[in-house]
């Protein structure tokens, strides 16, 4: 078994115990050692070991996110990618130059998308074409974390989500590990949107997510949320307030979408589901979102099961928004609520996988 740090901040990275690969930024080691993971079992010859980094300091996946600039004479970001030994396209992987996807449309190799670098270009048409029914060398099923794991733009994501639903539309193997890999990464660009798209159409995607997916990513909604709401009430022009408003508002109700999910996926709700959608309205705190959030945490504290179904994190939330409200009753029940043993803390920052990048047991709270 493999463990995977989960995300605890938007931009985390996976981390699994691997042998390292010699690979250039902006993949990180930790990145290289996941992508190995769900590598297939050909031996690859041994590599030299990676340039020292040029400072001392950790770049992380925010920073790396951040980083990335393009050259005003060309479409393609400064930071190069270099695939690894494992993904590299040999002539046997190559189809022709130019050819035309059913559901992509035309596809140059050597002509890659504004804002998307070249070798993973490359490797998407060529991951593209070697899905065809007609060839007989399969992509590996690494191809799509790595990409995941290596993204840097909104316009990269959204070709792999292209990837996806040709991976899909062929029957190529997808795992819990490659939804946790999704999720990551549309926290890590800030594509939300992205993300619920695809959780509410399962056929079309066939993601696999695990609690700790849809909890992480409903308390991301949540903050996302509360930072339009922020804005517009930092706005004095009525159009661009209403807009921040507007869009603070879907965003909650995405994440509501996404606690409604659970059934969707055979997932039972527990209190880390609750927890994060208690924390999420509360982080919001608009009036209606303090509504939202006292229907669910009452609903949480009236489920009769053996676990609780709420988080002391999502208790304390409550227990400070009552306090700025001047609800002192309230507030005071909630904090004696907090202090009762039998809550959870929340709900665990890890996953194991394992070869097929499934996960078993799904994380349960603490």
């Known amino acids: 078994m493999h463990s995977i740090r989960a995300l605890v901040k938007a931009g985390s990275r996976f981390a699994v115990s691997q042998p390292r690969l010699a690979i250039h930024r902006p993949l990180t080691p930790t990145a290289a050692k996941l992508f190995t993971r769900f590598n297939s079992t050909e031996a690859s010859p041994p590599s030299p070991p990676p340039p020292s980094p040029p400072t001392s300091t950790k770049t992380t996946a925010n920073d790396l996110a951040n980083s990335t600039t393009t050259d005003p004479n060309t479409t393609e970001p400064v930071t190069a990618s270099v695939l690894p030994e494992g993904l590299k396209i040999s002539k046997l992987d190559l189809g022709p130059p130019v050819f035309d996807s059913i559901n992509i449309g035309k596809l140059d190799y050597n002509k890659p998308r504004a804002n998307v670098r070249l070798e993973i270009w490359h ?6 074409w070697r899905l065809r029914r007609d060839v007989a060398r399969r992509p590996k099923r690494s191809v799509l974390i790595w990409l995941l794991m290596n ?15 040709e991976w899909r539309m062929q029957m190529a193997p997808l795992s819990q590990a490659t939804t946790q890999a999704w999720a990551e990464a549309c926290i890590r660009l800030n594509r939300p949107d992205l993300f619920v798209m695809m959780m509410l159409d399962r056929w079309k995607y066939r993601h696999l997510p695990i609690p700790y997916n849809l909890a992480r990513f409903i308390k991301f909604l949540g903050n996302r949320s509360a930072e339009s709401v922020a804005q517009a009430n930092q706005t004095e022009d009525a159009e661009k307030k209403k807009a921040l408003e507007t869009k603070g ?19 039972p709700y527990d209190a880390a589901a609750y927890g994060a959608l208690v924390e999420a309205c509360c982080a919001v705190n608009t009036e209606e979102a303090w509504r939202r959030a006292l229907v669910a945490s009452e609903e949480a504290l009236a489920i009769e099961t053996q676990e609780p179904m709420i988080t002391r994190e999502a208790l304390e939330a409550l227990e400070t928004r009552s306090k700025e409200r001047q609800e002192s009753e309230m507030a005071e029940r909630y904090k004696t609520l907090a202090a ?14 394992n070869k097929q990048g499934d996960v078993a047991p799904h994380p349960k709270t603490k």
């Not at 508002?249 to 997932?267: C, K, M, Q, S």
């Open 151 to 165: 993204v840097q733009t909104s316009e990269e994501l959204d070709m792999v989500e292209q990837l996806h639903i």
């Open 123 to 128: 490797l998407f048409v060529s991951s593209v």
């Open 249 to 267: 508002e879907g965003l909650l109700d995405d994440a509501f979408r996404l606690f409604a999910l659970y059934p969707y996926y055979d997932i």
């Open 340 to 353: 009762d043993p039998k809550f959870p803390a929340g709900f665990k920052k890890e996953a194991t996988f």
